[in-house]
């Protein structure tokens, strides 16, 4: 059965940073892409970025240049760097391992 448990979320100011974590049980995790969403109030679950299990990533435009994912394989955890962080950011961000696993979600509030 897999679990995916979320962490790093919070509030940060404009321009700053989170780092946020996700913790994954289960076999096949190595082989198996994984992903962040995010959804804002008032709006739908987008894609922020995937990785494949050979580090392959893809990113909505909005996040391009600014966020990062990463992967251990070894240690079953997924990353997403986020800088430069801006108001429109602010959403409950999920991680999601394919094809249909969710987190929980972890709140990022971006707010002088």
């Known amino acids: 059965q897999v679990q995916l448990v979320e962490s790093g979320g919070g509030l940060v100011q404009p321009g700053g940073s989170l780092r946020l974590s996700c913790a994954a049980s289960g076999s096949f995790f190595s082989i198996t892409t994984m992903g962040w969403f995010r959804q804002a109030p008032g709006k739908g679950r987008e894609l922020v970025a995937t990785?494949?299990?050979?580090?392959?990533?893809i990113y909505a435009d909005s996040v391009k240049g600014r966020f990062a994912i990463s992967r251990d394989n070894a240690k079953k955890m997924v990353y997403l760097q986020m800088n430069s962080l801006k108001p429109e950011d602010t959403a409950v961000y999920y991680c999601?391992?394919?094809?249909?696993?969710w987190g929980q979600g972890t709140q990022v509030t971006v707010s002088s």
């Open positions: 999601h391992q394919s094809p249909g696993y």
């Open positions: 990785i494949t299990g050979g580090g392959g990533s």
